[in-house]
């Protein structure tokens, strides 16, 4: 075969192209097992609807970096009890129970013996929920040890990196009838709370169609010196596709009822090639860093297709390694206009004469009552303009009283599946890829988003 031959069936394709795509085809192979066998009853009850153990939840912290103190703060402002803490570095976890003290608590017991000392943790019984905000590869152990411990877990995004973790989660929540979530704050923003109260009321006609991304310059955190530079930059030299989805996805999904009358069909995904992060490291590193010998794979520009159960579509898109201006872009249309955010702005049918956009703030009535109760403070605390604190507010609420939680095992698994699929679709040329049905068929047994009618 030359560089450049017609091949049956393909067209003229390169020899490296055809190679690409027979190596990308063994590994699609494992991931369609997985699709076709890994689905099976576990012998457990759904979790849909299932409430929480009504209780004031004891709560203990695997990961205390930038993201976990952040989170703790947050906690702690929401009067959360906290009682363990677990960090392979002790002047973290010492640092984090420094905050817990502070705010009049008791010291938490602290667990800093190595990477495992999660386990010596999750084995006491005085705590009820366990938040994990480590690096992306141990976020399912560390949930399924805390599930089958006793304990219901919430875990920062993305929630698992493939299809195998995302249904040994639902089986492990399932089977132990604890709760899995993902902790997706953009799911509690001003905007997308105040939106989805909106679509659930009608305002955007039937809705077809929705866009969300990550797109954010994250050159100068990928080559830090600490915190999430020394591991995040190597998920770029393993995978090619969307590596973070669920923060422009998760929004959408609750406008579209994704998991609740609908759900994930089928995607296709296609990435630029990588020159950002390799331009960046020539001009900021010095010679001989180890760095440089680095190879990325994961395209600057990730954009990925989503078909729902219904027909309708999502534009998915992920750049970290290129100069952007922070955007989730966080569009929803229907029959009867159309919102779009990064700035936010609305159309409605009628609106005016001259298509022009209009302002969110004439919806106010829509405004969720969670922000009209807490907005102030969540403004005060911080935390990605107060949606981290809204997020946490609310999971406890949920605790406190006895509800089913807002974003269940199934939401973790399916905007977590998006990422190890647009792999697939990326290394098979686009080749479409079908979600797998987490929920086994009992989707259609809520109609929305609890978000968009419980405080």
Same mark, same amino acid.
């Given at each position: ?17 055809f190679v ?5 085809s ?23 609807d ?19 103190t952040?989170?703790?703060?947050? #906690?702690?402002?929401? !009067?959360?009890q906290? +009682? ?8 973290? =976890? @010492?640092? *984090?129970? $420094? ?22 943790? #999750?084995?006491?019984? !005085?705590i009820?929920? +366990? ?8 976020? =399912? @152990?560390? *949930?399924? $040890?805390a599930?089958?411990q ?123 090639p990588?020159r ?7 001009e ?70 001259d ?8 919806w ?33 609420q949920?605790l ?11 939401d ?9 699929l ?34």
């Open positions: 075969m030359s560089d450049d031959e017609q091949i049956p069936g393909f067209g003229f394709w390169s020899r490296r192209r690409q795509m027979a190596a990308a063994a590994v699609g192979a494992g991931v369609s097992h997985h699709l076709a066998h890994a689905d099976g009853v576990s012998g457990h009850g759904t979790m849909i299932v409430p929480f153990e009504k209780r004031n939840p004891r709560i203990a912290m695997i990961g205390t970096g930038g993201r976990g952040s989170l703790l703060g947050n #906690l702690i402002a929401a !009067d959360a906290v +009682v363990g803490i677990c960090d392979i570095v002790k002047e973290k =976890a @010492e640092k *984090a129970a $420094s905050m817990v003290t502070a705010s009049g608590q008791k010291k938490p017991k602290l667990y800093t013996n190595g990477p495992h000392d999660f386990e010596n943790m #999750l084995a006491l019984n !005085d009820d929920l +366990v938040l994990v905000a480590t690096p992306w590869s141990w976020h =399912a @152990e560390q *949930a399924i $040890s599930m089958k006793g304990k219901d877990v919430a875990m920062e995004v993305p929630g698992v990196t493939s299809i195998e973790d995302c249904w040994r989660i639902v089986r492990t929540s399932e089977e132990t009838r604890k709760h899995c979530m993902m902790l997706e704050n953009c799911c509690y923003g001003y905007n997308e709370t105040l939106i989805l109260r909106m679509v659930h009321a009608g305002e955007f006609g039937e809705v077809l169609y929705g866009e969300g991304a990550y797109l954010h310059d994250l050159r100068s955190l990928l080559f830090s010196d600490s915190g999430e530079g020394l591991w995040r930059r190597a998920e770029h030299t393993k995978r090619n596709g969307n590596l973070y989805p669920t923060h422009g996805l998760g929004s959408v999904a609750n406008y579209m009822g994704i998991q609740r009358g609908d759900r994930f069909g089928y995607m296709v995904s296609m990435s630029s990588e950002g992060l390799d331009a960046y490291r020539k900021h590193l010095h010679p001989g860093d180890p760095r440089l010998s680095e190879r990325y794979v994961t395209g600057d520009m990730n954009t990925s297709l989503i078909k729902t159960a219904k027909g309708l579509t999502i534009t998915l898109k992920h750049t970290v390694s290129t100069p952007h201006p922070y955007d989730r872009i966080n569009l929803v249309a229907g029959t009867k206009g159309v919102f779009e955010d990064y700035p936010p702005r609305i159309y409605l049918d009628g609106q005016n004469k298509e022009a956009w209009g302002s969110i703030d004439v106010k009535q829509y405004a969720h009552p969670l922000w009209k109760h807490e907005g102030e403070i969540a403004k005060k605390v911080g935390g990605h303009g107060g949606m981290d604190y809204i997020m946490l507010y609310r999971l406890l949920c406190r009283e006895g509800l089913p939680p807002d974003m269940d095992v199934y973790a698994a399916a905007w977590s599946a998006v990422a190890p647009s792999v697939v679709s990326v290394g098979r040329g686009s080749m479409p890829m079908e979600f797998p049905d987490f929920t086994r068929g009992k989707w259609q047994q809520r109609t929305v988003s609890a978000i968009a009618t419980q405080v």
